[in-house]
């Protein structure tokens, strides 16, 4: 969707990236281990936690990990084909421990992907429930921006970057090109998200 004012646009889109999703999986399995919580994925996808590294590494290279693909996406002008960059990455690998004999994070991929590409997966729901509302929501960006006369550049392009779940080890950073949000804020705290984002262009 194209917003226009005055032949200034602000070109707004929804996007799922699946390589932060992942790392976003990995880090609940983390949770289940080593924060002692009961959350999806749970632990079946890890057969002892001799394949995990202790928390401070693993925090360590997790923010590695994440600034790195959200570089990736800064440095991107236009996401029109966003599935291109899709592939296993190397700092996969270094979030659990190298010398595993279970491919460990080979495994935890093929068991993300299979819960994320589904008919039903969570990047379709994901999809077609906030593709429902993306319009009303560019529209009141829009209106916010209009009111608090905020000028935008020529082709200047938002991608909402919506998560699965909030981060646990992390703050996303939101910039006036990446606005992150968890499927559960877009859904039910929309004003929120709205008043965010005018906010970034500020």
């Known amino acids: 969707m194209t917003l226009s004012r005055n032949h200034k646009q602000l070109r707004i889109s929804n996007l799922c990236p699946m390589d932060l999703?992942?790392?976003?999986?990995?880090?609940?399995?983390y949770e289940c281990y080593h924060g002692g919580k009961e959350v999806f994925p749970g632990r079946y996808?890890?057969?002892?936690?001799?394949?995990?590294?202790?928390?401070?590494?693993?925090?360590?290279?997790?923010?590695?990990?994440?600034?790195?693909?959200?570089?990736?996406?800064?440095?991107?002008?236009?996401?029109?084909?966003p599935f291109k960059t899709l592939h296993f990455r190397d700092c996969y690998k270094?979030?659990?421990?190298?010398?595993?004999?279970?491919?460990?994070?080979?495994?935890v991929w093929n068991s993300f992907s299979l819960w994320w590409w589904s008919d039903y997966g969570i990047k379709a729901y994901m999809e077609?429930?906030?593709d429902l509302f993306m319009p009303e929501l560019a529209e009141q960006i829009w209106k916010g921006l209009y009111e608090k006369n905020?000028?935008?550049?020529?082709?200047?392009?938002?991608?909402?970057?919506?998560?699965?779940k909030q981060p646990a080890?992390?703050?996303?950073?939101?910039s006036k090109k990446l606005f992150y949000s968890t499927i559960n804020n877009f859904v039910y705290k929309k004003d929120e998200v709205v008043s965010e984002i005018v906010d970034l262009f500020v």
């Open 45 to 81: 996808l890890i057969s002892n936690d001799q394949e995990l590294l202790d928390a401070e590494s693993f925090n360590e290279i997790f923010h590695t990990c994440w600034y790195e693909i959200v570089k990736e996406f800064e440095q991107q002008h236009y996401m029109d084909n």
């Open 169 to 174: 080890m992390l703050a996303p950073m939101s």
């Open 21 to 29: 999703n992942f790392l976003l999986f990995i880090e609940n399995i």
């Open 150 to 164: 905020i000028e935008m550049d020529d082709g200047s392009s938002l991608y909402v970057m919506l998560l699965f």
């Open 128 to 130: 077609r429930y906030t």
């Open 94 to 107: 270094s979030l659990f421990r190298r010398d595993s004999e279970f491919h460990t994070a080979e495994r």
